[in-house]
């Protein structure tokens, strides 16, 4: 892994100081966390805020993909007086009007 962290180093325009510090971190031996836990606190926020996202953004793709974009039984939403509701709590205000979330599954 040293060669190669340290070739793609030679490679990361001078612009990327993260990337090359974790690189070279990576040439001299380092641990992928060690290399991690070296990088300025502001940086490594960057990475996990980063991760979060994309986790977040995979999660929600799949739950539209699954279900659609209307609410199911578990989903949180914002009211429309701005309280967050469960579907739970919608099901029981709609469910005199035989309306309400979706059972997930159900199409």
Do not use: H, I, W
């Not at 641990?31 to 991690?36: G, K, P, V, W, Y």
């Amino acid at each position: 892994m040293t060669d190669a962290a340290a070739e793609a180093e030679r490679m990361m325009p001078s612009c990327r100081m993260l990337e090359r510090g974790l690189l070279r971190s990576l040439a001299s031996g380092l641990s992928a966390e060690e290399a991690l836990l070296r990088m300025p606190r502001q940086g490594l926020m960057l990475y996990v805020k980063s991760a979060q996202s994309l986790l977040f953004n995979e999660v929600l793709s799949f739950r539209l993909r699954e279900f659609g974009p209307d609410p199911v039984a578990a989903d949180l939403a914002l009211a429309a007086d701005r309280k967050v509701a469960s579907s739970a709590d919608e099901q029981a205000a709609a469910g005199a009007l035989g309306a309400g979330p979706r059972e997930p599954g159900a199409r």
